[in-house]
């Protein structure tokens, strides 16, 4: 096999607003099978080690725009399924790797905000995942990562990669409808609702 980048945006098949739930696989699982029906792969040249990492380290901090209502900062009343939720992240990057779902860049707002953190190529606008931590099989923290994926081949193996790019607590990166809220409606009050918070993510970080 040559050592090339293959495009895990086909591979994950599924596009925003497609509930990824329906089944227990995870990203990396629907990654994985997609890659082996198309390519033909046996098991055996799969790669079990993700390689789960943040793109760079101020990821881990929290960020403020006014013009494209973000943040990511905390308060002392946050929930605490939220705050737990990124302690676990960033204790296991791997956490991650739940159910979610791909994303297409409709929205400017969508690749700003993830501009607020990293730059991407056009590659990786074809490779932009989210995903949702949870504390347990049954308890969502209502917190969003995005990521950007990609599958490469070595002379052996294929390997799944999954660089973290942004950390979404409010639902800012994409605002989603909810109780009889439009997601323009959403938007603006989670935004408000959190404009105040002054604590960076970072506090989070266990020594």
Do not use: W
Not at 3 to 19: A, I
Not at 56 to 68: A, C, G, L, P, Q
Not at 188 to 194: K, L, P, S
């Amino acid at each position: 096999m040559s050592n090339r980048r293959r495009d895990p945006g086909k591979l994950m098949g599924k596009r925003l607003g497609q509930d990824l739930t329906a089944s227990k696989d995870t990203i990396s699982d629907k990654i994985k099978k997609r890659f082996h029906r198309k390519h033909g792969f046996a098991e055996r040249f799969f790669d079990n080690q993700l390689d789960i990492h943040f793109a760079n380290e101020y990821v881990k901090r929290s960020e403020f725009d006014e013009d494209i209502k973000f943040t990511n900062h905390i308060s002392r009343s946050t929930d605490r399924a939220k705050i737990d939720s990124v302690k676990k992240l960033f204790l296991d990057a791997n956490a991650i790797d739940t159910d979610g779902t791909e994303v297409q860049l409709t929205d400017p707002k969508i690749e700003k905000c993830i501009g607020l953190y990293y730059q991407m190529d056009d590659e990786d606008k074809d490779n932009v995942f989210k995903a949702h931590l949870t504390l347990s099989s049954d308890n969502e923290s209502g917190v969003r990562v995005f990521g950007i994926a990609s599958l490469r081949e070595t002379e052996d193996k294929a390997k799944l990669s999954i660089k973290i790019v942004v950390i979404d607590l409010f639902h800012l990166v994409i605002p989603s409808r909810y109780n009889g809220y439009s997601k323009e409606e959403a938007e603006r009050v989670n935004f408000n609702q959190n404009r105040s918070n002054r604590i960076c993510i970072s506090s989070l970080i266990e020594n």
